[in-house]
């Protein structure tokens, strides 16, 4: 059974940074594609940044390129995901996801396994 556990969030002013991991088990790390996603109050949830099996290639979401980086430590089972410049609009549940594919993925429907999530709030 996948398991995915993220920590690192937390409330942050605008123009900080934080940094969420999270730790994946139950299963081999490094065959598959993860993804980070969010949902703020009031809205759907999207993806911010996806990763293929190797960190390879990376995809971010329009609003969050070029600060958001999202990097994988296969050897320690951890994806992470950097946030720079942070703004009161990052304010969301971030959640941490894997597939069954080596690819990068952003559509959310491709994403079968999930974290519980971890609270991000920026203050202005």
């Known amino acids: 059974q996948v398991q995915l556990v993220e920590s690192g969030g937390g409330s942050g002013q605008a123009a900080g940074s934080l940094r969420l991991s999270c730790v994946a088990s139950?299963?081999?790390?490094?065959?598959?594609?993860m993804g980070w996603f969010r949902q703020a109050p009031g809205k759907q949830r999207e993806c911010v940044a996806a990763?293929?099996?190797?960190?390879?290639?990376?995809a971010y979401g329009e609003s969050v390129r070029g600060r958001f980086t999202i990097s994988r430590d296969n050897a320690k089972n951890i994806l992470n995901l950097q946030i720079n410049s942070l703004k009161p609009e990052d304010t969301a549940v971030y959640y941490c996801?894997?597939?069954?594919?080596?690819?990068?993925?952003?559509?959310?429907?491709?994403?079968?396994?999930w974290g519980q999530g971890t609270q991000v709030t920026v203050s202005s």
């Open positions: 996801a894997t597939h069954e594919s080596l690819m990068g993925f952003t559509t959310e429907a491709l994403y079968p396994y």
């Open positions: 139950g299963r081999s790390f490094s065959p598959y594609g």
């Open positions: 990763i293929n099996w190797s960190g390879s290639f990376t």
